[in-house]
């Protein structure tokens, strides 16, 4: 339960500002996470925007077939923003953003993805840096 009714009016404001995608994807795939209520108001301001359920269902679907998962079934997130990962690559750990220090796996989702490409294949060697 979400203590307070200031914490549920906070969730409600935050439901109404947030993009339609990103409420899909906060009643599908982080469904789990969340506390029952929250998902009540986020699933409320979906069908306030006139999106149905079983839209909702095949949101959830396609993030599924496209999405990854931590080893204790938690769903990874891209690490430049707060979507779903769909790929996981090889990239560089940087010291301060600029210097290359280790190779290392990075989580993206489809907006943030390297120029297309897909993920190594297993036992493929780290890029070198750039």
């Known amino acids: 339960m979400i203590p307070g009714d200031d914490n549920l009016e ?38 306030r925007r006139g999106v149905t359920p079983a839209e909702i269902d095949a ?8 999405g990854m998962v931590r080893d204790d079934g938690v769903p990874l997130r891209c690490q430049r923003c707060d979507r ?11 010291l301060w953003g600029v210097l290359p220090v280790f190779p290392r796996r990075i ?11 897909t993920s190594p294949a297993p036992g493929s060697r780290p890029p070198r840096p750039a």
């Open 59 to 66: 949101h959830g679907r396609r993030r599924e077939a496209e």
């Open 10 to 47: 906070r969730v409600k404001a935050n439901a109404e500002r947030a993009e339609t995608e990103d409420l899909l994807d906060r009643v599908t795939v982080y469904r789990e996470e969340m506390e029952p209520d929250a998902v009540f108001l986020f699933e409320d301001e979906l069908r």
């Open 107 to 117: 989580a993206s989702c489809a907006a943030h993805r390297a120029g297309g490409t």
């Open 84 to 94: 779903p990962a769909a790929e996981r690559r090889w990239g560089w750990h940087r």
